[in-house]
């Protein structure tokens, strides 16, 4: 099954659709699934569904770029230097200044500082400006019928999506949005726009894709029943290292596992406002694609498009093993920049050539900054833009993971908190 799936996939990739393809409601079985609950539940008639329908398209653009998101295709310094630009940030000044006594009342209901809300809205739109352009009903459509691997999710979406142009009396062609489907200021999907979207501008209307007012509520609303503890933290400062025990549980799971009682036994220095039995995550993130010298032999770096077996195969090494050395789950989970342990037995077996690329040249577009010279410079350094290209140890609090379930990647959780700091900084100066 997963061979057949891969197959598709593929197949899709290369172009089986033209770029864009007219689809029929009677073609695929997600779709008459949806027609037949929207009919039972007396929502839409068959020939509403019809004349909706009727003219859908499959867009090849949509399955092009929901096979190469940026979370997964960029490195975390490359990630970050998209949303950490002078330009954004001084935009997220003009934004707060413009809705301070909204943001205020956002935060004193439900608790998530003005900061938190002005950076999600900032990385999703830039504050607006850029909401997309894909029309929402054609992506839902087409990522149901065309991409295998969430079909079920986006079918979900697309009947969300339908009630919910109906209960807002909305076009369903009209609605435009990012390439998953995500709409208005916050980018929320058709199913958060339904459970978390709020009228907080009390006009009797809940419109997030021209009222900022209500995207400020929602994304709060959103945050504070997805997990946000008020008053908590998000993460802790950067550490150029940590204790080998503590480098050793790092991860990029979505969850926090230990407390700091116990990594404080391993050797972490946690801040002593943190509570001993604080939920804690350790979390490694690495700026550069930078591969060690030759001397440094016993690990490899995580390359685009590796997959742990493939390393494995490639040192002749069981995929059981680096899966065990590594502490990596069931489904041999990687990422970019992440360091695998090599087994003993091909440290010094496997030519250097054979084992990692050449080092990146310092004009490399994935090197984003020399260096910092010293401490302040480093502090200046990572508040905006430029970043040190070398990894980075987080000790990260369940507020962080509060924010994955809006992205569920820690690289946008990073880069909203990164975010939501610089904007604080300028807003307050």
């Given at each position: ?31 008459r699934a949806i027609a037949s609950e929207l009919m039972t539940q007396n929502i839409y008639s068959r020939a509403e569904l019809d ?161 900022p007012v209500d995207a400020i509520g929602s994304v709060a609303n959103y945050l504070k029943r997805n997990g946000w503890q008020p ?58 694609e930078i591969v060690p010298d030759d001397d440094q032999r016993d690990y490899y770096i995580v390359r685009a498009g590796d997959t ?122």
């Open positions: 099954m997963k061979k057949i799936v891969v197959i598709v996939l593929a197949v899709i990739a290369h172009g089986w659709w033209s770029q864009a393809a007219a689809v029929s409601l009677d073609d695929h079985a997600q779709l004349a909706i329908f009727k003219d859908v398209e499959i867009q090849q653009s949509v399955l092009d770029a929901m096979m190469n998101p940026a979370e997964y295709r960029l490195t975390w310094g490359k990630y970050r230097k998209i949303f950490l630009g002078e330009e954004r940030i001084q935009q997220g000044v003009e934004f707060w200044q413009e809705h301070a006594d909204t943001l205020a009342r956002a935060e004193k209901e439900y608790g998530v500082p003005a900061s938190v809300i002005v950076a999600i809205i900032g990385v999703e739109t830039k504050f607006g400006r850029i909401v997309g352009k894909h029309k929402v009903l054609d992506s839902l459509t087409t990522l149901s019928v065309g991409y295998p691997r969430r079909s079920k999710f986006f079918t979900k979406e697309l009947k969300e999506f339908l009630l919910l142009a109906k209960e807002n009396n909305l076009d369903p062609h009209a609605i435009v949005g990012s390439y998953a489907g995500a709409v208005g200021y916050p980018q929320f999907i058709s199913s958060s726009y339904r459970n978390y979207a709020v009228d907080f501008s009390g006009d009797g209307v809940t419109d997030l894709m021209s009222q008053g908590g933290a998000i993460t802790s400062v950067a550490h150029q290292a940590v204790a080998e025990p503590v480098a050793e549980l790092a991860n990029r799971d979505r969850k926090t596992p230990y407390v700091a009682a116990d990594l404080r036994k391993l050797g972490a220095d946690i801040a002593t406002d943190v509570a001993a039995n604080e939920p804690l995550n350790v979390l490694m993130l690495d700026a550069s742990a077996c493939q390393i494995a195969e490639r040192f002749s090494v069981p995929c059981k093993q680096l899966f065990s050395l590594n502490k990596l789950n069931k489904r041999g989970t990687i990422y970019r920049g992440q360091r695998l342990k090599l087994p003993k037995s091909v440290v010094h077996k496997a030519p250097q050539s054979k084992r990692v690329s050449k080092p990146l040249n310092k004009s490399s577009k994935w090197v984003v900054s020399q260096p910092a010279e010293d401490a302040d410079t480093q502090a200046v350094a990572e508040s905006r833009s430029e970043y040190v290209p070398m990894p980075r140890y987080f000790y990260t609090h369940p507020n962080f993971y509060a924010i994955t379930e809006y992205n569920h990647s820690v690289l946008y959780a990073m880069a909203v908190h990164d975010l939501s700091a610089a904007i604080a900084q300028a807003y307050s100066n």
